[in-house]
């Protein structure tokens, strides 16, 4: 019973955490986010079932952090441009109304890290623009 | 005696050309009244197409039934103005076989013949399915890097805290912003791809679009750059 509910709980925990990756060509996929060595991966589903799409840090306009997971349309990985790796650098703001102007950030499963420093409570990544 | 007569036969011209002018002046009514029935739905086709690719519900945006029932016209004249040849091209073959699908009706009607009745059908049909493709086609090209939407950049009244996200779209943000619609009060509107990126606004199928909305009372200006010469 205790194990079935901490499954439970891990799963719902993983599912609120859900990013939508919005890109230069004013584009958007849902799913959920990795970030590191400057590429963001998404690990996106579609009907055609569930990829993987990578975007390099110039192709990313922002990464919104939210609960939205679904992508209606198909599968666009072959069509994406290849990312370039870089540092992936930007300004962070977060629930509690603090932003944070980073030079490199990494981002796994529900953390986010500026510059090597954890950053709690992360609503949105907006790359670039980090002078 | 032939007097009479002949007042009563004057009479009778008189009231024949009174009866053919009433049925001349009621089947142009009758036309009219299709016709501007048949602009509306191609019109609000079009939109409805158009909309939707925006995320906007057509449904709860109360177009005004005269602007949807003359817009197909002057759509046409915007995309002949703006379009590639190709799609010139196809216009131009849409409404000629449109031209020549109502006049075959009108001969086939008045001789009787057997397929007038399948020829409104194919017409409206025909004309459907293309005020359908045409407000997906120039959502699409709106959407993209050649859009031809006005611009729009806003001022806000509280201008926002410099710790909290800002609205896309602010004056001085750097963004390409074009507006979409601006009715019930609120403006709606998209942050325009980079340049860089335009073959892959293109070429991104099924992808979501971000449209975002900013009511009338947040706003100080909106500075709107509408475009003149098409």
Known sequence: MTT????????AAYAAHADTVITRDSSSWNGHATVSGGVVK??????SGSVTLQFGANYVRSIDFNSTVYNAGADPSKL???PNGGSFGGTVYTQNKTNQKCQDIIVDPGHVSCDGKPIPGVIRILVGNTQ | MAREHFRKDQDAQDKAAQTSALELLKSLGAVAGVLTGLAFIYGWLYWATYYTAFGLNSLVLDLPFSVVSVSLAQVLVRDWKTETSLVKAILTLVVLAGIALTALFVHWYKHRHTGATVLPIILVLGMSIGAWWLGFHDAGLDAGCTSRLPT???????APDKVDVPPPCLQGSGETCHLVLHINNTYRYFVAPDQEFCQAASISPGAGRMTYEISDGQIRIANIQTNIGW
């Open chain 1, 4 to 11: 079935s509910r901490t499954a439970l709980f891990l799963l």
């Open chain 1, 42 to 47: 998404l690990n996106a589903t579609f009907r």
């Open chain 1, 80 to 82: 994406l441009p290849r």
């Open chain 2, 152 to 158: 729009v950049a806003f001022e806000l009244i509280q």
